[in-house]
């Protein structure tokens, strides 16, 4: 709620650049599991990566399911798999992701700080 509270104070302090700011709410795990299916419509998913992708993801933003989608379909392409996608590069990505910045992974709805096995403190040296 706090870095909510920070946001619209900056929003509010640039006049003429925002008329109304709101919140949308990260999915939940089915929503995220629709995502996957939408974004990957192209896609053949191997047995359980939906469900590996959704248990790993907990907290992600749409945006942050689609990007994860994209990886995804590179890490088959580059494995010269076509357009199949396997469990194990659910994990690779997913260990990949969260290993960014904490800046990134708030932005995305990542807050668990992977190295610290805790959730992250706001602006915290984790990464």
Request: net charge neutral.
């Amino acid at each position: 709620m706090e870095m909510y509270r920070v946001a619209m104070t900056s929003l509010a302090s640039r006049p003429g650049r925002v008329d109304e700011a709101i919140e949308v709410a990260n999915p939940d795990r089915d929503c995220r599991a629709r995502l996957v299916s939408l974004y990957g419509r192209k896609l053949i998913l191997g047995d359980g990566a939906i469900e590996a992708f959704v248990n790993r993801s907990e907290g992600g933003s749409a945006a942050f399911v689609k990007e994860m989608v994209r990886r995804l379909t590179q890490a088959a392409l580059t494995a010269g798999r076509g357009n199949r996608v396997e469990d194990g590069d659910v994990d690779t990505i997913m260990d990949q992701a969260m290993s960014t910045a904490p800046l990134g992974r708030r932005i995305v709805g990542l807050p668990d700080c992977p190295r610290a096995g805790r959730q992250a403190p706001p602006f915290d040296a984790c990464g």
